[in-house]
């Protein structure tokens, strides 16, 4: 799969698809790659796969996923900024590894990750990016591409 998004504007079903796709997705602190100079972030993910979407009682569409994981290299270009929020727990605790919450939010030039992985109410990792301009791709590797080391 591949997708490649850049617009001044933000269409809301661009911003699902995204938020969808990496929702509950592995991210490993060393597969965040941000490239001041060249105003780009590289974050390699692995996510599930995608099966199907199913209608809920009240006619919402909900995602359905197999077990099965997919690397995946997630670009976001025309990048202004990058914060990364890391608590010390993760490491310590998680092996460096978080889950991702509810997917990337993408939002009128900035795009947000939070981690499930919580304690007492303290986010263990957020990733802040601000843009210039939506400029995203969302690749899905394969084996021979993902060199993750942890």
Same mark, same amino acid.
């Given at each position: 799969?591949?997708?490649?998004?850049?617009?001044?504007?933000?269409?809301?079903?661009?911003?699902?698809?995204?938020?969808?796709?990496?929702?509950?997705?592995?991210?490993?602190?060393?597969?965040?790659?941000?490239?001041?100079?060249?105003?780009?972030?590289?974050?390699? *993910?692995?996510?599930?796969?995608?099966?199907?979407?199913?209608?809920?009682?009240?006619?919402?569409?909900?995602?359905?996923?197999?077990?099965?994981?997919?690397?995946?290299?997630?670009? *976001?270009?025309?990048?202004?900024?990058?914060?990364?929020?890391?608590?010390?727990?993760?490491?310590?605790?998680?092996?460096?590894?978080?889950?991702?919450?509810?997917?990337?939010?993408?939002?009128?030039?900035?795009?947000?990750?939070?981690?499930?992985?919580?304690?007492?109410?303290?986010?263990?990792?957020?990733?802040? *990016?601000?843009?210039?301009?939506?400029? *995203?791709?969302?690749?899905?590797?394969?084996?021979?591409?993902?060199?993750?080391?942890?």
């Amino acid at each position: 799969m591949k997708i490649a998004y850049k617009s001044d504007i933000l269409i809301p079903s661009v911003q699902k698809v995204i938020s969808v796709l990496t929702d509950k997705a592995q991210v490993f602190l060393k597969g965040i790659n941000y490239d001041e100079a060249r105003g780009i972030v590289d974050i390699f *993910i692995q996510r599930k796969e995608l099966i199907e979407f199913k209608k809920s009682f009240l006619g919402e569409m909900k995602p359905i996923y197999s077990q099965k994981m997919i690397e995946s290299l997630l670009t *976001i270009k025309q990048v202004e900024e990058m914060e990364l929020k890391v608590d010390d727990r993760l490491v310590a605790n998680c092996n460096s590894c978080f889950t991702i919450l509810f997917g990337v939010k993408v939002d009128d030039k900035q795009l947000y990750l939070g981690s499930v992985e919580e304690i007492q109410g303290d986010i263990l990792c957020q990733i802040f *990016i601000k843009v210039n301009q939506m400029n *995203i791709e969302f690749n899905d590797l394969d084996e021979t591409e993902f060199n993750i080391v942890t």
